[in-house]
T-cell receptor, first 114, second 111 residues
Framework: QKEVEQNSGPLSVPEGAIASLNCTYS??????FFWYRQYSGKSPELIMSIYSNGDKEDGRFTAQLNKASQYVSLLIRDSQPSDSATYLCAVTRRGGSTLGRLYFGRGTQLTVWP | SQTIHQWPATLVQPVGSPLSLECTVE??????LYWYRQAAGRGLQLLFY??????ISSEVPQNLSASRPQDRQFILSSKKLLLSDSGFYLCAWSVSDRVGFFGQGTRLTVV
């Protein structure tokens, strides 16, 4: 059973629109959640982390977490062509030596067209 | 600030040859260190993690091994590469509640 699942996409939105990326996870012990952006051929870059139910906003990005539904999402407002990348969802069990052991989904490819 | 270095950036190796990839971290002490692999068409998979010198845990059985001879040095090795070892190898570190910072990666092609 896959631990973290994402819609593979590709997701295509026009410039200025809201892009919505979704992720579900199977392990109820998971307590920390992350969104990474990965440009083609590059390493992943951390863009958002969320630990509590609800919304967390950072600039144009909003992460939403619902632990009861085991669901985490990322909204990108006012999407720009530079946002075109693959977005990876990752989860981990919080605390101690397990904190950095990340389990990733396969990613959703986002294209923002001008 | 913390930085992480990986090398080489790209590598082409024949089947059956050995492998050594190195990762070093600067600007922090006693980090947790990780090796991930991203194979074509697959997600990032955790291979090894280390919470200290000579303390290595493996996540999945495989043809690879890891070592941590110094606090901020993490090495990924293989005695004999397989075609299935091809992929994008990423080193990462975490400290306390700061997690998931990756190096620039090594793209390995086994031919």
């Amino acid at each position: 059973q896959k631990e973290v699942e994402q819609n593979s996409g590709p997701l295509s939105v026009p410039e200025g629109a809201i892009a919505s990326l979704n992720c579900t996870y199977s392990d109820r012990v998971s307590q920390s959640f992350f969104w990474y952006r990965q440009y083609s051929g590059k390493s992943p870059e951390l863009i958002m982390s969320i630990y509590s139910n609800g919304d967390k906003e950072d600039g144009r990005f909003t992460a939403q977490l619902n632990k009861a539904s085991q669901y985490v999402s990322l909204l990108i407002r006012d999407s720009q062509p530079s946002d075109s990348a693959t977005y990876l969802c990752a989860v981990t069990r919080r605390g101690g030596s397990t904190l950095g052991r990340l389990y990733f989904g396969r990613g959703t490819q986002l294209t923002v067209w001008p | 600030s913390q930085t992480i270095h990986q090398w080489p950036a790209t590598l082409v190796q024949p089947v059956g040859s050995p492998l050594s990839l190195e990762c070093t971290v600067e600007g922090t002490s006693n980090p947790n260190l990780y090796w991930y692999r991203q194979a074509a068409g697959r997600g990032l998979q955790l291979l090894f993690y280390s919470i200290g010198i000579d303390q290595i845990s493996s996540e999945v059985p495989q043809n690879l091994s890891a070592s941590r001879p110094q606090d901020r040095q993490f090495i990924l090795s293989s005695k004999k590469l397989l075609l299935s070892d091809s992929g994008f190898y990423l080193c990462a570190w975490s400290v306390s509640d700061r997690v998931g910072f990756f190096g620039q990666g090594t793209r390995l092609t086994v031919v």
